[in-house]
């Protein structure tokens, strides 16, 4: 039997909400599967695909942060489209089976309109790595996608199944939107820190924004969703309170399974028998019935 791992010393937004099997997709033994297990599962050709794109868009930007956010710096369309390229290249190489020719079909003509769409962003920072601190004890890590001048701070998604908004007034009704206001409340709480460790004031809300970019095979025209959303105080509050529970579920030595939902996107269900019948077992035993 191998070692099995101490809890890591941090936390971020993926690791809280796995975690913690009352919020969607939540299923503290999938997050133990590779945390203190330690065993290793391979992203998805969706993921691999979304990686490329966010590359291409950091690149994109990148013209505009390095001069501080000046909007009146042209994007460097150009760059992302071989950025894009080669992300791709490298999904083809690594998923050979994958569609990766419609799908690259679609992810040019999308990452023109991406740029069309941000010609007057003011970007300052992008794919920025944070650290903050709950209660002074609980580390929590995270990358930001994109930080704009007027601490506006957005966050990329690419997916196969585009936002469900509402056709008049194009309020975003999906079922997402909730995990999408927390995470972006991760990001915020990890900026209030920067800005008072710099001594200067941050007042609450914050503005957010998530630029939903839904990604097809087949595909005929781009599908690009940017929602706007508040971020308040509270939800900040909540954010914390999240972190504190996923904190002490991490350290509990006891990691229940969640099997429904959670499993259609878990990667261990080759390994899970909990899959099959909901139970709560310690994870030191659970190792040991499937080795
Ligand atoms: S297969 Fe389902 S129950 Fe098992 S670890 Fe994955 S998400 Fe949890």
Redesign the pocket.
Known sequence: MPDLLEPPDHLSFSQCTTLLNELP?G????W??ERIAGIPWAPSTAMAVGSAFDDAVTRLFHPRTVRGGDASVPLDVEGALRELEVGVNAVAMNWPEAATERVTDVLGPTLVEYARLHESTPALATQQDLTWWVDGEIPVVGRLDRLDRGRVITDLKTTGEAPKLDKDTGECLDRRLDGWRLQLSFYALALEAEVLEAGEEFLWPVSGAMDVVTIRAGQVKPKIDIIPVELTADLAEQAKEIVRRAWRVSRSGIYP????D????????G?????RAVETVPFSELWSRLS
């Open positions: 997709y299923c503290a033994q999938k133990a599967f399974a969640n099997p429904g959670p499993c259609g996107r878990c990667p261990y269900t390994l899970c028998r909990e899959a």
